[in-house]
């Protein structure tokens, strides 16, 4: 299959699959994932169906925050393989018509960078304006600002008596997009990947570039509002779309931390001046209390309406959203909003569907599409990710959180639940390994794997298949309008994507229990076809006014206008 350059647009009907390469598959006997891992399972993600892969980071990296911390960003981190290794996959996946994606940050680098290992303890170091350094205030930080990753956001250098900023972990130092010299280093190294063939490119916290140059002190909250969706973020996206992007034809997304409905709109503008579209977090949070991850809750299943109410109508005509439930930095959705005992095949496909039928280009993270689960961690010492082992440190031994109470919230919210190794089979380490996994597998991996899906025509794996098909078969999946027709039912998730030719709904029961739902009377007697659903339906093709749902079950109506 050849993969044209000039189709512009291909990513709007395409869906999008994440590979977190260190835990995809291990081609060796490391217990770590590599390139040549990947390559082995391409087949797999052709038969699947999806489009493109998009690679979290495989650059040189310490790895403090799983390849986050960039070293080098025109070498191949030797734990993922060769640069060699990186060419025969792209080459091999744009023979099988799957295009390929790479993660690259540019908020911030390691500090063992060469740039940061030429700025630390040297003033005049060429590189030291690269970064972003601030002289103590009282003999303290320069503001109150606070790192995502936990305590202050600001790391002394003591041979030159200056602060430099890390939004993130310390080993993580930000640039200074007001020097043009980096945003012409960030040009040359996107120009390398796109010069070698790489289709897009996802930008990590790309939001956060531009800070508020008086770097004020925060006395409502953490500093982020300083430095989100900051004063030349806009300005500088353009001018490294204009240089870089919209030269090599490369489809972009953008990672948006706590970024506004207006500001994606410019990021996604639909012609195509900053980004091809965004990722938001914001329906993420409804199991946050008060907006606090590190807290254990039911989700809000009405403010979750209301937030893909918000975001769908809002970017409708006038930008491009990316539809997801799971990434590296996310819990295994099945686990969190479905139901991953007794419904868990059911309740993945609802969650799946709901998801799939809205506007915007789909991602799917590995193991997805297999339904996988958060493993049930309960000791701390099980997680390796940098985030989480900061938290427990800080809620438990500085804040006397109990630390039972500290592991169940950790096991509903730590990145590592989605980090677990992919689930390839029922043998030893799940077929990821055959040395010891960087990480421990779920123990449900004998039932749940990728041989054992591709062997059930109803699997998750399938159901999958069959949503990423319908995005390519059916116009108003892609360009249809969004209603939500039942947004005050607390069970029930039901939306109506209209264009002119083609009604389709999408009705969702989020819950494990049966209910009753009423349609608008406007569906009272239309004839339907039913294009998926995760139960048995009847030969009626006709769509009742009142619907009735069995736990979790989920239903895909399409309605031809006359």
């Not at 217990?31 to 892969?53: E, F, N, P, R, W």
């Not at 807290?295 to 403010?303: G, H, L, R, Y």
């Not at 539809?323 to 959705?333: A, G, S, T, V």
Request: hydrophobic share 35%.
């Amino acid at each position: 299959m050849t993969l044209s350059k000039y189709d512009e647009n291909w990513w709007k009907t395409a869906t999008i699959y994440q590979i977190y390469p260190k835990s995809f598959c291990d081609s060796e006997n490391k217990g770590t994932g590599d390139i040549q891992g990947i390559i082995s399972k391409l087949d797999y993600l052709k038969h699947l169906g999806v489009d493109a892969i998009w690679l979290t980071p495989i650059y040189q990296s310490p790895m403090i925050d799983n390849g986050y911390d960039i070293s080098d960003y025109y070498a191949v981190n030797p734990d993922f393989g060769s640069m060699e290794d990186f060419s025969i996959l792209l080459e091999l996946a744009h023979q099988l018509g799957i295009r390929i994606i790479m993660d690259i940050v540019v908020n911030h680098t390691s500090t063992e960078h060469k740039w940061f290992q030429s700025a630390l303890g040297d003033m005049k170091s060429p590189y030291r304006d690269y970064y972003i350094w601030k002289a103590p205030i009282d003999g303290k930080e320069p503001n109150n600002w606070l790192s995502k990753f936990g305590g202050n956001a600001w790391e002394l250098d003591p041979l030159t008596n200056q602060y430099y900023l890390h939004l993130f972990a310390k080993e993580q130092a930000d640039l200074n997009w007001e020097n043009p010299k980096v945003r012409q280093e960030v040009k040359d190294i996107i120009s390398f990947w796109a010069e070698k063939g790489v289709d897009g490119f996802r930008l990590d916290v790309i939001n956060l570039i531009s800070k508020e140059q008086n770097f004020p002190n925060d006395d409502k909250g953490d500093g982020r509002r300083f430095y989100t969706d900051g004063p030349r973020v806009h300005e500088y996206l353009q001018e490294i779309s204009q240089a870089v992007f919209q030269k090599y034809g490369s489809v972009t997304v953008g990672e948006m931390s706590s970024t506004s409905l207006e500001h994606c709109q410019q990021y996604s503008a639909l012609n195509g001046k900053e980004l091809s579209m965004v990722f938001n977090f914001h329906h993420l949070k409804v199991d946050y209390v008060n907006g606090d991850k590190w807290t254990k809750t039911a989700f809000d299943f009405i403010q979750l309406k209301q937030i893909f109410h918000h975001w769908q109508t809002g970017l409708n005509g006038k930008g491009w959203g990316a539809l997801f439930w799971c990434n590296h930095d996310q819990p295994r959705i099945v686990s969190r909003l479905g139901n991953d005992e007794k419904y868990r095949i059911e309740s993945a496909k609802m969650l799946a569907a709901s998801i799939h039928m809205m506007q915007g280009t789909p991602y799917i993270y590995q193991g997805e599409e297999l339904g996988m689960t958060n493993p049930a961690y309960t000791e701390i010492s099980q997680y390796r990710d940098i985030e989480s082992i900061n938290m427990y440190d800080l809620m438990v031994n500085q804040k006397g959180i109990p630390h039972e109470d500290m592991m169940a919230i950790l096991a509903q919210k730590s990145r590592d639940n989605s980090r677990t190794p992919m689930q390839w089979n029922n043998q030893k380490h799940a077929g990821f390994t055959n040395g010891i996994p960087w990480l421990e597998i779920a123990k449900n991996y004998p039932d749940i794997n990728a041989e054992a899906a591709i062997k059930d025509l109803n699997s998750v794996f399938y159901f999958y298949k069959r949503l990423i098909e319908l995005r390519k078969q059916i116009s108003v999946i892609t360009d249809g309008t969004y209603e939500d027709l039942l947004p005050e039912h607390d069970r029930i998730f039901a939306i109506a994507r209209q264009n002119d030719s083609q009604t389709l709904l999408c009705i969702n029961n989020y819950y494990d229990e049966e209910i009753e739902c009423n349609l608008p009377e406007r569906f009272q007697i239309i004839k339907s076809q039913c294009l998926l659903s995760n139960y048995p339906q009847s030969d009626s093709s006709f769509l009742g006014y009142k619907q009735i749902l069995r736990p979790y079950e989920t239903r895909i109506l399409l309605i031809e206008e006359d």
